[in-house]
């Protein structure tokens, strides 16, 4: 139940009155229901993932509302506007490795979009539809299935979230490429600005406009990434374009049985992949890289040398094991003869690398039956799901599970060579810092054209070890900046850093983001801080 009392916390520089009576506007506005800022309240807008959990810059929130429409988030910015008071609108909340639902800025209001929850239409024939910022990949995917659809939507690990929060977040999914990268995948969208104006992107400013969902540049300038890792709006509607169901889904898996394939094994993937000849997400996995701690002593003691493991002594414990270097899964998907053709392909591409092995996998007919769900790895057919967190979760292996983790993710150039430099810096580097040693992070290529390291980092909540973990990781930003692979996301406590070192040209792209905000939020109501965007009257509160 929501609470029209102040809390123990203000807005920074707001004064106590001030507050009351922007606290006594919004519950006009949204009811008091709907109106949280109570202590019991707020508890639940902390970052359960917090790097600084009950130290004294933990982010929090000094309130909450919770709009139902856009006419309401319009109101709630005006109220902000003239009060001066910072808020953070959220989708649903629960980006829980890149910061959670608490602000960026402590002491800011949460506008908490889930009552926004609408799906507003789906196109069949043009594969598309448009939605609000509370609807989540399971709202979707129960909608979808509920009107019959034959449209999936790509969804990333868990599914818990917003569709339009992720995508504006740059994530990603497990689907073909066109609709994995779910910012791409979008088309056109409905912005509420910092004074209350609404603004509709691409085909949308036509007033009646037919294509919204189908033609994202409409006339002028494309104006939708702005809004992308931002606090320059809140994005009030969004549309994506959907995969339409296809005939079949078929996985092959590739073996190789040296260390250097992995050069080749990328210049592969990429050909067929930016040819098309492969659509979902593949993975690479090599038991001589393992990537959490291996139970054999020969493998541990390799990695445990001074500079990480030797490429040569790691080729030869694989050869004594008879194991193959590394594994790799392509998916398809299709008609039937079609994906067991484009199958055939890549096998003749892979056949290159002498002493290449493969495995056909199973033929799924779709759509997939109820017992097929249960045991399919969900997201790869448009399911969302919360089957990630059993790996992090308290069991017989796992006895002490962390408090949770933050994520750490650069971006990386799409070869093999890459691939293995990146991780010989960051696990020297991390063992320098001493940072938990994570063996070996596999790319991931929800992006066609690089790749990504995802590294957690564990939360303690213990103050002294998290401080120096959080000094650390900072360093491990720079470290990894130096030799040319920036994070594409962070988690609060990390997005100064982040930013700061995208440096061209004295910190061109820092300061013309400075204009823009400026431009379109004079005031700085809106997310200060975020993705390492401040105001100008708070440029001092960078980190």
């Known amino acids: 139940m929501g609470d029209a009392g102040t809390g123990k916390r203000l807005p920074p520089g707001v004064p106590a009155r001030e507050f009351a009576r922007a606290l006594a506007a919004w519950k006009d506005i949204v009811g008091e229901r709907w109106l949280f800022s ?26 909450a509302v919770a709009p139902d429409g856009v006419e309401q988030v319009q109101r709630i910015l005006r109220v902000a506007n003239e009060t001066g008071i910072p808020v953070y609108p959220i989708s649903t909340g629960r980006n829980l490795g890149y910061g959670g639902a608490a602000p960026t800025y402590s002491g800011s209001v949460v506008l908490d979009l889930k009552r926004m929850n609408r799906v507003l239409a789906v196109d069949e024939v043009n594969a598309n539809c448009l939605v609000e910022p509370g ?24 599914g818990w979230g917003s569709l339009i929060g992720n995508a504006l977040d740059h994530g990603g999914g497990y689907t073909a490429p066109a609709y994995r990268n779910h910012f791409e995948a979008h088309c056109g969208m409905e912005v509420v600005l910092a004074d209350g104006e609404i603004l509709r992107t691409g085909m949308g400013a036509l007033p009646g406009a037919a294509t919204w969902q189908q033609y994202k540049f409409g006339f002028g300038p494309s104006l939708d990434g702005l809004f992308k890792q931002s606090n320059y709006g809140v994005v009030t509607k969004m549309g994506f374009w959907l995969l339409p169901e296809p005939e079949a889904y078929f996985s092959g898996t590739v073996l190789t049985p040296r260390h250097d394939d992995i050069v080749k094994i990328v210049e592969i993937f990429n050909y067929l992949e930016n040819t098309m000849a492969v659509h979902g997400l593949p993975s690479m996995y090599s038991p001589a890289y393992p990537m959490l701690p291996s139970t054999d002593p020969e493998l541990l003691a390799l990695h445990a040398a001074p500079g990480g493991a030797d490429p040569a002594a790691l080729q030869a414990w694989a050869d004594r094991k008879g194991l193959p270097f590394w594994t790799c899964s392509l998916k398809f998907y299709g008609a039937p003869n079609v994906v067991r053709a484009l199958w055939d392909a890549a096998k003749a591409r892979f056949g290159a690398i002498p002493g290449a092995q493969f495995r056909d996998g199973e033929l799924i007919p779709l759509p997939l039956t109820p017992e097929q769900v249960a045991r399919v790895h969900k997201p790869e057919f448009g399911i969302p799901s919360l089957e990630m967190f059993y790996i992090g979760a308290r069991s017989e292996t796992n006895p002490n599970p962390t408090n949770g983790h933050f994520w750490f993710s650069p971006i990386i150039p799409r070869t093999g060579a890459a691939v293995i430099e990146a991780n010989r810096v960051i696990r020297r580097t991390a063992h320098e810092l001493g940072l938990p040693l994570l063996l070996f992070s596999p790319p991931v290529g929800s992006w066609s054209r690089a ?10 909540r213990v103050p002294e070890e998290d401080r120096r973990l959080r000094a650390a990781v900072k360093q491990l930003i720079r470290v990894c900046a130096e030799h040319g692979w920036g994070e594409y996301r962070t988690a609060p406590a990390f997005m100064d850093t982040v930013m700061d070192v995208y440096s061209y040209n004295d910190h061109i792209l820092r300061r013309v983001d400075e204009r823009i905000k400026d431009a379109l939020d004079p005031k700085g109501i809106l997310s200060p801080g975020r993705y390492g965007i401040w105001p100008r009257h708070l440029r001092g509160e960078r980190q």
């Open 38 to 63: 109570s202590e019991e309240d707020l508890e639940l807008y902390r970052d359960a993932y917090s790097p600084f959990w009950d130290e004294p810059e933990e982010r929090r929130a000094a309130a």
């Open 135 to 158: 609807v989540s990949y399971f709202d979707m995917y129960r909608h979808l299935k509920a009107t019959g659809s034959k449209l999936w939507i790509d969804v990333p690990d868990p």
């Open 451 to 460: 790749f990504i390291l995802v590294l957690a980092m564990p939360i303690t």
